[in-house]
């Protein structure tokens, strides 16, 4: 699929009117974008207009020419109160969004497009003692950073999960599945770096961090103005060690420089 659509994009260039569009592949016309005239600075007006009623279509063929296409960065997004796409690009839409996911391609069922394995979980295994399960889930919906789906089977371990359960889950490269996150998570994680695992190379928890901060302080007794600002913990899906650091502190660097290299993934061992 062409990167540069499906898109939130600011179009600039000469013989063009300035414009906030959403960038889709039109069955007809090709490489579109539609949206509303917007002169910088963009403002929630200029979003809700897009969104809502957009009066201008650019055909784009021929556009890395003529045309100054931005891509919309996922904070002016959410300062602009831009959804992942507009209500109106169902009508071009072919596939739903989590089949044309680069993170998810080649995971789904065969037979059931919609359908694919994610670990679910209660936390920590170290801290919850329930292991994380692999389980089917089918994706109804698609969220900014993260997907909806329900749970096609039950867990066996984990009590809080039933089958026909709402889950939501993230998928990332240095997962061999997609796995369980809430918006808490998503909305903590944030604020941290955490490095990769240095035996399988995971990059996510399965806890907000700074849960797992608050946690290490209690354990160890440690006062509220001693709050750390790196600390190191065990990987939620091998045991391995991550290293958790702040962001906008001198861990931060020292955490995203931190990297278990020379080790070999555990997730490339399945990878066929
Ligand atoms: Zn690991």
Request: with cysteine; proline share 10%.
């Amino acid at each position: 699929m062409d990167d540069r659509l499906n898109k939130w994009v600011h179009v600039t260039g000469e013989g063009c009117t300035p414009l906030l569009a959403f960038t889709y592949d039109d069955p007809t016309a090709g490489p579109s974008a539609k949206g509303t005239v917007a002169r910088l600075p963009l403002e929630p007006e200029h979003a809700k207009r897009a969104i809502e009623e957009p009066e201008t279509t650019l055909r784009l063929s021929g556009w890395k020419n003529r045309l100054n296409v931005r891509t919309v960065s996922e904070a002016e997004a959410r300062d602009l109160g831009l959804p992942p796409e507009p209500p109106w690009f169902m009508h071009f839409r072919r596939y739903p969004p989590w089949r044309e996911d680069p993170l998810l391609t080649g995971k789904f069922h065969p037979e059931y497009p919609d359908d694919i394995q994610i670990f679910v979980h209660a936390g920590n295994p170290r801290f919850s003692g329930k292991r994380p399960e692999l389980v089917w889930v089918r994706i109804q919906e698609s969220l900014r950073q993260s997907y909806r789906g329900i749970l096609l089977n039950e867990p066996q371990q984990l009590e809080a999960l039933r089958q026909g359960d709402s889950v939501q889950f993230m998928a990332v490269q240095s997962s061999p599945h997609p796995f369980m996150a809430n918006d808490a998570y998503l909305e903590d994680r944030k604020g941290w770096v955490v490095s990769p695992c240095d035996k399988c190379g995971f990059t996510e928890m399965f806890q907000p961090p700074s849960e797992r901060a608050a946690a290490f302080m209690r354990e160890n007794n440690i006062p509220e103005e001693n709050t750390p600002i790196m600390l190191s913990t065990f990987c939620p899906l091998c045991g391995g060690c991550q290293i958790l650091g702040k962001v906008g502190t001198e861990a931060e660097q020292k955490v995203r420089e931190f990297n278990p290299c020379g080790k070999k993934k555990w997730w490339r061992f399945w990878k066929k």
